[in-house]
């Protein structure tokens, strides 16, 4: 079964400072893999989704971005944070013929 | 423009009554749809799916309909249990695309 890892669990980060928050997936080959983000009160925001090593797909415009530099390795980075960013994120995996799998989450909180 | 809505943000229940829980869709392209249950500070956890060949599909206490032509699914747990107190999110997905796009949730309360 598909096991994912995501850390750290909660941060605390100045505006204007670097971010990076990785994912990786146990348990599966050639995943589907996705950032979301929950900002209060709100849904689940997709926010980047990869279907192969380095293969990228944005989905909102903003100042994070993705990278894939492993078939199980998924990172969310960010050269400056904006108080924008906090919220709480969600690294997703798709394995063959399974639905979406959530990690545990990152809550962050940008001040 | 949110393509998946759900209209409830919160649902209080009596333990052992039925929660239904209702998601609209505004693109008919979506043909497979999935119900996630979020307990604070943790991830969403699939509960339950059903693809548009399909207008019902029960796993345990939970049901999920789909009327296609309405653009609507509801998930029906029953009985409801304190333990099911959550937020509950929909998803859908269209074939051939990648993107699963959520609903802005319901918080569901089962009152003992």
């Known amino acids: 079964s598909q096991t994912i890892h995501q850390w750290p669990a909660t941060l605390v980060q100045p505006v204007g400072s670097p971010l990076s928050l990785e994912c990786t997936v146990e348990?599966?080959?050639?995943?589907?893999l996705y950032w979301y983000r929950q900002a209060a009160g709100r849904g689940l925001q997709l926010l980047f989704y990869?279907?192969?090593?380095?293969?990228i797909s944005s989905e909102v415009p903003q100042n994070l971005s993705a990278s894939r530099p492993q078939d199980r390795q998924f990172i969310l980075s960010s050269k400056k944070l904006l108080l924008s960013d906090s919220g709480f994120y969600l690294c997703?995996?798709?394995?063959?013929?399974?639905?979406?799998?959530f990690g545990n989450g990152t809550r962050l909180t940008v001040t | 423009d949110q393509q998946v809505k759900q209209n409830s943000p919160s649902l209080s229940v009596q333990e052992g009554r039925i929660s239904i829980l209702n998601c609209d869709y505004t693109?008919?392209?979506?043909?497979?749809f999935l119900w996630y249950k979020k307990y604070p500070a943790e991830g969403p956890t699939f509960l339950i799916s059903?693809?548009?060949?399909?207008d019902k599909n029960e796993d345990g206490r939970f049901t999920v309909f789909l009327n296609k032509s309405a653009k609507h699914l509801s998930l029906h747990i029953v009985p409801s249990q304190p333990g099911d107190s959550a937020v509950y999110f929909c998803?859908?997905?269209?074939?051939?695309?990648?993107?699963?796009?959520f609903g802005t949730g319901t918080r569901l309360k089962v009152l003992a």
């Open positions: 997703a995996v798709q394995g063959a013929n399974s639905p979406l799998h």
């Open positions: 348990g599966t080959s050639n995943p589907n």
């Open positions: 990869s279907v192969g090593i380095g293969q």
């Open positions: 693109n008919s392209m979506f043909d497979y």
């Open positions: 059903i693809s548009s060949i399909k």
């Open positions: 998803a859908a997905k269209a074939s051939g695309t990648y993107k699963y796009i």
